[in-house]
């Protein structure tokens, strides 16, 4: 066997969450290019038919269901549903994801749970759904979105640095339950990527300078850029290919080395 083999997505089924655009638009089409069906959900039907416009766009014909991932009966139902149209889902991107951005003292706990339901909760329902089916086939890929702050904080992400890290460890633990049926459930660790979830961090300034966050990030990054969604499609492929079926319960950080940098002397 050629060794590009083992990176083929030929003839699998693969469900990626929130994939209308950004993160998940972009790994969804790479997925398609290595040769997956790609299936995909949002919200609304709106934001559906944008996602299925778009992937039109790149010649590919994925398949969009309107669910909300924090809904267990709507994504055992998407997940039956998908499995009679398109197949049973052989690889899952849990990449769905919000951020609020709030002091920790001035967040409610109501908006703090709304970010551990999206972003942990949601994770875990729709894994918990499709593992069944890859234990009765035996073999299944599952890559959840982590993220820097699965590792760091910083101020005003409380809820989201708390649900990142859970998501973590969610990843090893689907990794030690389940790695015995074939199944392999790994972390991709975006750094900072521009997308519409991090555009207020890039804003320019009224005087027309550059956000100093992105002053900061660029700085603290070794590759000295923001990453591009394009970034991730290959670990996403290498991550739902055979070539990784010996790495299970890791969290692969596409970070331009920023978790590795000090950063320079001021
Ligand atoms: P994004 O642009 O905000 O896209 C997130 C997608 O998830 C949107 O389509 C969103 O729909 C959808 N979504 C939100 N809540 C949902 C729900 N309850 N059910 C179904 N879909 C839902 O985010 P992104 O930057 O592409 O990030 C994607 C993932 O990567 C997230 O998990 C994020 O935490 C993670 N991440 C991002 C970065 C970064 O720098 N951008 C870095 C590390 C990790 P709506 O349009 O309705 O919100
Ligand atoms: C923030 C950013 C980050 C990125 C990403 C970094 O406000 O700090 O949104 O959280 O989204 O998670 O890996």
Redesign the pocket.
């Known amino acids: 066997m050629n060794i590009l083999d083992k990176f083929s997505l030929k003839g699998k089924v693969a469900l990626v969450?929130?994939?209308?655009?950004?993160?998940?638009?972009a790994i969804a089409s790479a997925y398609a290019q290595a040769g997956a069906t790609v299936v995909f959900?949002?919200?609304?039907q709106e934001?559906v038919d944008k996602g299925l416009a778009s992937y039109r766009e790149l010649g590919i014909e994925a398949r969009g269901y309107v669910?909300?991932?924090?809904d267990e009966s709507a994504v055992m139902a998407m997940v039956e549903r998908i499995g009679n149209e398109a197949g049973p889902i052989d690889i899952l991107v849990?990449?769905?994801?919000?951020?609020r951005r709030v002091p920790m003292t001035e967040m409610s706990a109501g908006e703090f749970r709304k970010v551990i339901d999206?972003?942990l909760t949601?994770p875990f329902i729709v894994a918990k759904a499709v593992i069944p089916g890859m234990i009765e086939r035996g073999h299944g890929k599952i890559i959840n979105?982590?993220?820097?702050?699965s590792e760091l904080g910083r101020e005003t992400v409380s809820a989201?640095a708390a649900a990142?890290g859970g998501l973590k460890m969610l990843t090893r633990n689907i990794c030690s339950e389940y790695g015995g049926y074939n199944i392999q459930c790994n972390g991709i660790?975006?750094?900072?990527?521009?997308?519409?979830?991090?555009a207020p961090l890039r804003e320019p300034q009224p005087d027309g300078s550059r956000h100093p966050f992105d002053q900061f990030i660029v700085a603290k990054t070794p590759a000295a850029r923001w990453?591009t969604?394009e970034d991730l499609t290959g670990p996403a492929v290498f991550l739902a290919s055979e070539a990784s079926d010996f790495v299970n319960g890791q969290i692969l950080y596409v970070d331009g080395g920023i978790l590795a940098y000090i950063g320079k002397q001021p």
């Open positions: 969450t929130g994939a209308s655009y950004g993160i998940g638009f959900n949002d919200v609304n934001l669910c909300d991932v924090t849990n990449n769905a994801g919000i951020i999206v972003d949601a979105i982590c993220s820097m702050m989201y990142k660790g975006p750094g900072y990527i521009a997308t519409p979830q991090t990453g969604v």
